[in-house]
């Protein structure tokens, strides 16, 4: 089973300014199993449960206000939930109170309390999904999160799905290589829990996958997950991530990075070894020599992230070394236009 690395006792992942919320893996399963609304409904109180994420008073009225859910189904979801035990009332009347029946530990899925209540004036994301009507597409959005490891992984992890790339040697010059990569095709690990409920075998016992990237296709069309190429040291489980390459918005600084690295790379090639990688439409990469099974791997990410205390060392980290290689890679190219000219 695929244990996350880095998951922390609640405490110890630090609540930024009481901006992330926490259910249990399983119980969240469970909830999905008795019905689309009972899970929306659940992920609505978890969202306004207190700090031990044990207890809440929201009730009724916020899952209508947070969702398109009618007044007597939201009433009628929750009603589900206690009746199945995932919730115990603890208070009647108008201003009920409920108790979750979960114990959290490390199958605890911190979630941004964003995907419930939205940010700005946009849709919230739990309430877009539920418009889809797909329970299972709702259930693999918030599984995601447990297997999300921005520290180790910079995303969702790679041994659950990732985006393959070939890569073609394309010049060199002193004592780099220059790589490029053209992607090849995404991958799944199918027998993974989060990607189990969203497969199936045929009468032959082939396993199709379908569904599984159907999901996945929906979640980033909705934008809620991004796909981040990201230079690793190898395509081995070993194999460290380096450096990202873009994530499609200009205005970020890995996007930089890999407008950097081609333009750092181009600079090294000749004519015709650059028309054909643009014909090719390659990510262009150069390296140092002994790095010789560089990889470039697709790691998806989600877009909302729990503001934690290891989300926000993520951030800091990625960011200085982010900023190194931005230098590293316009130094070549300013090395190679001296070399030129000179």
């Known amino acids: 089973m695929l244990q996350q690395t880095t998951k922390q006792p609640l405490q110890q992942q630090g609540n930024m300014s009481g901006e992330f919320f926490a259910i249990d893996r399983k119980e969240w399963a469970r909830a999905c199993g008795v019905g689309l609304n009972e ?33 007597s189904r939201a009433k009628k979801a929750i009603a589900s939930l206690v009746t199945t035990g995932l919730l115990k009332q603890t208070k009647t009347g108008s201003r009920p109170a409920y108790r979750f029946e979960h114990k959290l530990g490390e199958d605890s899925i911190f979630l941004p309390n964003a995907i419930v209540t939205g940010a700005a004036s946009e849709t919230p994301p739990v309430e877009v999904l539920r418009q889809s009507q797909d329970a299972l597409l709702l259930r693999l959005f918030v599984e995601l999160y447990f297997v999300q490891n921005l520290v180790e992984d910079g995303g969702i992890s790679r041994k659950v799905v990732y985006q393959k790339y070939e890569r073609h040697n394309v010049g060199q010059r002193g004592e780099h290589d220059v790589f490029g990569f053209e992607r090849s095709g995404t991958y799944v690990f199918h027998g993974t829990p989060s990607a189990a409920p969203h497969t199936s075998k045929d009468a032959t016992g082939k396993i199709d996958v379908g569904p599984f990237f159907k999901r996945i296709d929906t979640l980033a069309s909705h934008r809620l997950i991004e796909w981040v190429p990201i230079i690793h040291e190898s395509d081995e489980p070993t194999g460290e991530a380096v450096f990202p390459c873009g994530t499609g918005r200009s205005d970020s600084l890995e996007d930089r990075i890999g407008r950097a690295a081609y333009a750092a790379g181009a600079s090294m090639l000749s004519a015709p070894q650059l028309e054909w990688a643009r ?47 931005l230098q590293v890679f316009e130094s070549i190219r300013a090395s190679e236009a001296t070399r030129a000219t000179g």
């Open 39 to 71: 899970a929306v409904a659940y992920l609505v109180l978890a969202r306004f449960s207190g700090p031990n994420n044990a207890t809440t008073s929201a009730s009724t009225n916020a899952v209508e206000t947070y969702t398109g859910i009618a007044r």
């Open 279 to 325: 014909e090719k439409n390659l990510i262009l990469v150069p390296v140092r020599r002994h790095r010789s099974k560089t990889a470039l791997i697709g790691i998806a990410r989600l877009h909302y992230r729990p503001k934690t205390s290891v989300t926000s060392a993520w951030y800091a980290n990625a960011q200085e070394s982010g900023e190194r290689w």
